[in-house]
């Protein structure tokens, strides 16, 4: 964990600048909206197909 610094650190980093960078992300790209494919990975041993275009 050294590399990344204390677990405050990365707690303060994860909170303050990847979340919301994240939501700037959802807000400008719309992914869910505009996706082809959508997967649901709540549990990541069992996803889930949540959208796929039928052609």
């Known amino acids: 964990m050294a590399l990344f610094g204390s ?4 707690l303060e980093r994860y909170t303050h600048r ?3 960078g994240q ?3 959802r807000e400008a790209a719309r992914p869910v909206e505009t996706a ?8 990541p041993a069992a996803p889930v197909l949540r959208r796929w275009p039928v052609p």
């Not at 677990?7 to 990365?10: F, I, K, N």
């Not at 082809?36 to 549990?43: A, I, K, R, S």
Request: no cysteine.
């Open 7 to 10: 677990r405050e650190q990365v």
């Open 18 to 20: 990847y979340l919301p």
């Open 23 to 25: 939501q700037l992300y």
């Open 36 to 43: 082809d494919v959508l997967l649901g990975y709540e549990d």
